[in-house]
């Protein structure tokens, strides 16, 4: 079955701690994404990642970091720098960046 | 930047009914995406149109590149179809989607 996983699905954590978000895909996609999503709000680009060993920041990616050492993985770290962590994460994958993107079934990261 | 208009916000309608999401834009664009979320959370890719018009079973996405517009029609709505609709169109120099707040949509039975 091919698609994308996202673990866990629900994640709480103190503040002042760091937590990684894991993202696989076995689409054999070039392309990744790490997007944050707010009550009433749109999707907003963390950080993108076109081809291994690279990535970008996107239009939020402060207090984020990530990592690209594998095709099929991208997984997510927030850090304790990161003010407002408390949000739903969605990972997604296309071929390229001009193609469709297939989304994870997302992780819910709750900080108090 | 791209800002990126849904109307309606919220939309209730009867099974059976004929649904029009509609979609504004600010800046020139490559291509438009359009996405469904369920309760979930898990999102669902629907279209990706740059020009015209294409139909999915009861879904029809309809793109006016001159008028930064677009259209999402579903008809014979049913209650399955209840989720959120979610337009995403790409800048064409930034190649990044920039994404509509969404219209919430509730079909009853």
């Known amino acids: 079955d091919g698609g994308i996983t996202q673990s866990p699905k629900y994640l709480f954590r103190k503040e002042g701690q760091n937590v990684t978000l894991s993202c696989e895909q076995n689409l054999n996609h070039d392309a990744m994404y790490w997007y944050r999503q707010d009550p009433g709000q749109g999707l907003r680009l963390i950080y993108y990642s076109q081809i291994v060993n690279d990535f970008q920041k996107g239009d939020i990616a402060e207090g984020y970091s990530v990592s690209r050492e594998k095709k099929e993985s991208f997984p997510l770290t927030v850090t304790s720098a990161q003010k407002n962590p408390t949000a739903f994460y969605l990972c997604?994958?296309?071929?390229?960046?001009?193609?469709?993107?297939?989304f994870g079934p997302g992780t819910r990261l709750t900080v108090t | 930047k791209n800002e990126v208009e849904q109307s309606p916000q919220n939309l209730t309608a009867q099974e059976g009914e004929f649904i029009t999401i509609n979609c504004s834009y600010s800046v020139g664009i490559s291509a438009l995406h359009w996405l469904q979320q369920h309760p979930g959370g898990g999102i669902v890719s629907l279209f990706m149109l740059s020009s015209g018009k294409k139909k999915h079973g009861r879904l029809i996405a309809t793109i006016n590149i001159q008028e930064k517009h677009s259209s999402l029609h579903i008809t014979a709505s049913h209650p399955r179809d209840s989720a959120v609709y979610i337009c995403?169109?790409?800048?064409?120099?930034?190649?990044?989607?920039?994404f509509g707040s969404g219209t919430q949509l509730t079909v009853l039975p």
């Open positions: 997604a994958s296309s071929i390229s960046q001009d193609y469709e993107q297939y």
């Open positions: 995403a169109p790409r800048s064409g120099s930034a190649r990044q989607l920039t």
